[in-house]
């Protein structure tokens, strides 16, 4: 079966703080795509990044960066020097099957809190 | 930039009640999706469309259905609104140039369906 885990529900941090949320996936496929969004309090979720499951690299993307280790299943999401705008609920997500349907699997987000 | 447009942002209505949801995209996007969205299960998909007219089951399709007439619009129905179908519903879309599975998909800013 396939399925993505967000064991983190809530993170409160403060400023400036470095934060990781953690993203474990179960698939079957050798073919796959691993995806994070944001979802800030207007509601609208919008699309951070896009990794398939050939590439390993790490990504950077100014104050976030995301590890992706096949070996250990985790898709983890670091945002460095934390801001208020970065409150929100993050959602990992994983595209299923080797089909062209594209349909994803979400895990149960987490909540991030950035306290000033 | 993609816009994808959904018809109300709050909505209460009562048992057995049959509920429209609308969503519009300007993007003429081939593929739509309805999602919910409820505490501690991140988004569940309902409902997706290929392209106008087709449609299929995801994965709590129940006590739902859609309608796709035209490229631009996918309206989600709940034929007779039950206490257990307050959530958020979130509408999305995606272009395919290629793979499916990984394009990225673009949201509504969700709709906050009570039923009373």
């Known amino acids: 079966a396939q399925k993505v885990t967000q064991a983190q529900t809530e993170i409160s941090v403060v400023e400036k703080e470095d934060v990781t949320l953690d993203c474990v996936y179960e698939?079957?496929?050798?073919?796959?795509?691993l995806f994070w969004y944001k979802q800030p309090p207007s509601g609208e979720l919008v699309f951070l990044i896009r990794r398939n499951s050939f590439d390993e690299q790490n990504e950077i993307s100014g104050r976030y960066s995301w590890n992706f280790q096949k070996s250990t299943s985790s898709f983890n999401f670091t945002i460095t020097a934390s801001q208020v705008v970065d409150s929100a609920v993050y959602f990992c997500?994983?595209?299923?099957?080797?089909?062209?349907?594209?349909?994803?699997?979400f895990g149960q987000g987490t909540t991030l809190q950035v306290k000033p | 930039d993609v816009k994808v447009t959904q018809s109300s942002r709050y909505l209460v209505k009562r048992t057995g009640e049959k509920v429209f949801l609308e969503c519009v995209q300007d993007?003429?996007?081939?593929?739509m999706f309805w999602y919910r969205q409820d505490p501690g299960l991140g988004l569940r998909l309902i409902y997706f469309s290929y392209d106008v007219k087709m449609k299929e089951k995801g994965d709590i399709p129940e006590g739902y259905s859609v309608s796709r007439e035209k490229k631009e619009r996918f309206s989600l129905i709940l034929e007779s609104a039950s206490t257990n179908q307050t959530s958020m519903y979130l509408c999305?879309?995606?272009?395919?140039?290629?793979?499916?599975?990984?394009?990225?998909?673009?949201f509504g800013s969700g709709t906050q369906l009570s039923v009373l």
């Open positions: 999305a879309s995606r272009v395919i140039q290629g793979i499916a599975t990984n394009e990225k998909l673009f």
């Open positions: 698939t079957r496929d050798t073919t796959y795509y």
């Open positions: 997500a994983l595209s299923r099957g080797s089909s062209n349907t594209g349909k994803l699997i």
């Open positions: 993007m003429d996007h081939e593929n």
